[in-house]
């Protein structure tokens, strides 16, 4: 992709290892200037309308029509929503987070040996966001790798612990079928056929993002992920506790309640560029507490990696002209690796204004 491959610098402190010696205070690096600080005194004035989508029996008709029409409400308002019955068993779903959880625990060595700044590696191993580039150091430990198609990239995860690849491998094969099944729901709540890149969504990348929070003595002073948008058609989230905030359309921050076996849906980047603009990607962060650890894992699902896309001709007329220009899953990562370009988001640079 035209970008020279970095030497990693494996040498970094994983806030697994800093809590042995930080119990009541927190490193500099990672204080946060004031204004981007967790307020802990924020309202949730919509704390009673965060959408919970059941979706059982989906492919009733009845039940269906129903679904699309909470998606759509949901996806217009906030770009996310919580889904219950989604038919993903607790057992491998908890098995998954057990899984994160004793590869973090492992001795620093077992770890660092996946450790890489370079983004374009399939299985990545860090701490903050880009604990090269970081200003500022968030509390998360975090291992990405690719899942999609599975035989292409499981040989690659963690061998330790031993049973990473079955416990991780069965998640990640359930979140693509869940994905394909959402990506419907949501093409559908759009207007688009049932079909729309059906093939591209098959053959999609998938990236899982798998975070670890160790509890924080000063959580109101750091944050366990800035705020962002993913990257992205849709993010499937699965945590052990609560600790996800996205922001409104009024740029106010809400706490999304922790549902016991509640899977959490977020719109990225893609998904905005192929609605035209009419869906948001939603902007969120991890927050921290100071009683325990917290485990999330994000499936994070795009077009294959070259493949470039822009809005559904279907959604452009004279009303809503083009309003962005192609992008790919390969394009964000070079653009995130350049260095030069530390402001700004890709989608940004796709916006036609
Ligand atoms: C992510 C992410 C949030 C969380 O991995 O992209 O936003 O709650 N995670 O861990
Ligand atoms: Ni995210």
């Known amino acids: 992709m035209g970008i020279k491959r970095e030497k990693s610098d494996c040498s970094f402190t994983s806030v697994m290892a800093l809590i042995q010696k930080y119990q009541h205070n927190i490193p500099e690096r990672y ?10 005194s924020r309202v949730d004035q919509i704390s009673n309308n965060h959408p919970v989508i059941d979706l059982s029996k989906m492919n009733h008709p009845a039940h269906r029509s129903r679904i699309i029409n909470e998606v759509r409400t949901a996806c217009n308002q906030l770009g996310y929503f919580q889904v219950i019955n989604h038919g993903i068993p607790t057992s491998v779903m908890k ?3 057990d899984a994160a959880e004793d590869f973090f625990n492992l001795p620093s060595d077992e770890k660092t040996r996946f450790a890489s700044t370079d983004v374009h590696e399939p299985v990545r191993y860090g701490t903050s966001v880009n604990h090269g580039t970081d200003k500022v150091f968030y509390w998360r430990d975090f291992i990405k790798h690719y899942a999609n198609p599975i035989s292409d990239w499981i040989h690659l995860w963690p061998s330790n612990p031993p049973t990473y690849k079955e416990k ?3 998640y990640a094969k359930a979140m693509k079928d869940l994905q394909k099944q959402l990506m419907e729901v949501v093409l559908e709540s759009l207007g688009l056929n049932v079909n729309y890149l059906h093939d591209d969504i098959e053959d999609g990348s998938q990236v899982m993002t798998v975070n670890c929070y160790p509890s924080c003595p000063k959580p109101d002073l750091a944050l366990g992920m800035p705020p962002h948008t993913d990257f ?3 993010t499937i989230l699965n945590q ?4 996800l905030e996205i922001m409104d359309r009024d740029k106010k921050w809400h706490p999304v309640p922790f549902i016991q076996g509640a899977l959490i849906v977020q719109l990225g980047d893609q998904l905005e560029v192929i609605s035209n603009g009419r869906y948001k990607s939603v902007p969120h962060r991890a927050i921290l507490n100071m009683q325990r ?4 894992i994000a499936s994070l699902h795009s077009m294959h990696i070259e493949k470039k896309v822009g809005p559904a001709p279907e959604l452009v007329d004279e009303q809503h002209p083009v309003a962005y220009r192609e992008g790919s899953f390969g394009g964000f990562l070079d653009y995130i690796s350049d260095k030069s370009i530390s402001k700004g988001k890709y989608i940004d640079t796709l916006k036609i204004t």
Do not use: E, Y
Request: net charge positive.
């Open 232 to 234: 992205g058609t849709i």
């Open 240 to 243: 052990s506790h609560q600790g």
């Open 31 to 40: 204080v946060l200037p004031p204004f981007q600080r967790p307020n802990p």
């Open 95 to 97: 098995d998954a987070l």
């Open 168 to 170: 991780m491998g069965n």
């Open 293 to 296: 650890k917290r485990f999330s």
